[in-house]
T-cell receptor
Framework: GEDVEQSLFLSVREGDSSVINCTYT??????LYWYKQEPGAGLQLLTY?????DMKQDQRLTVLLNKKDKHLSLRIADTQTGDSAIYFC?????????????FGPGTRLSVLP | EPEVTQTPSHQVTQMGQEVILRCVPI?????FYWYRQILGQKVEFLVS????????KSEIFDDQFSVERPDGSNFTLKIRSTKLEDSAMYFC?????????????FGAGTRLSVL
């Protein structure tokens, strides 16, 4: 079945860039998403990218997609302490409307002062 | 901004008891979902619901689980006889179900603790 993998931990210094990586196995994945989960909170949609795109930028966030390698990354520029959270990569294939998401295990980002 | 709301935020129950977790999806959305996240583990899909019936379900969603849309706004997950291993965070999500997009918006979750 489909699988999504991420590295589990990342530590960066405040002001540096963070790069969180994700790999997926489903070649028919059409949409890929990044969600953020702060302690004790729900899943907040950060951004998403369609498979016909290579890159998407939204303020401090840049998403890069390498379809050939099935690799997705999320870059956070000028990382702040408020960015400390768990970041989940998820994929879906919405050929069927109700297609569920498959989530990665999450990357815990720690931002050091 | 419209959001998915879930109640309660924390539910404590005794093993063997029935629990009902409640969700109010975003009002113009047509697809509804339940996911769960056992502490420290992945977010796992349970079930999706469309047009008053289950669209898809995972192996986790066994006979102990059921979903219902009792009125025009609520979407509920019932666990008939809770087990210790049902302790988890349960997330509700909804999506518009437009062709070509499936962006799911999640609630803040209900933490279920089974004692």
């Amino acid at each position: 079945g489909e699988d999504v993998e991420q590295s589990l931990f990342l530590s960066v210094r405040e002001g540096d860039s963070s790069v969180i990586n994700c790999t997926y196995t489903d070649s028919s994945s059409t949409y890929l998403y990044w969600y953020k989960q702060e302690p004790g909170a729900g899943l907040q949609l950060l951004t998403y990218i369609f498979s016909n795109m290579d890159m998407k930028q939204d303020q401090r966030l840049t998403v890069l997609l390498n379809k050939k390698d099935k690799h997705l990354s999320l870059r956070i520029a000028d990382t702040q302490t408020g960015d400390s959270a768990i970041y989940f990569c998820a994929e879906s294939n919405p050929d069927n409307y109700g297609q569920n998401f498959v989530f990665g295990p999450g990357t815990r980002l720690s931002v050091l002062p | 901004e419209p959001e998915v709301t879930q109640t309660p935020s924390h539910q404590v129950t005794q093993m063997g008891q029935e629990v009902i977790l409640r969700c109010v999806p975003i009002s113009n959305h047509l697809y509804f979902y339940w996911y769960r996240q056992i502490l420290g583990q992945k977010v796992e899909f349970l079930v999706s619901f469309y047009n008053n019936e289950i669209s898809e379900k995972s192996e986790i969603f066994d006979d102990q689980f059921s979903v219902e849309r009792p009125d025009g706004s609520n979407f509920t997950l019932k666990i008939r006889s809770t087990k210790l291993e049902d302790s988890a965070m349960y997330f509700c999500a909804s999506s518009e179900a437009k062709l070509g997009t499936n962006i799911q918006y999640f609630g803040a979750g209900t933490r279920l603790s089974v004692l």
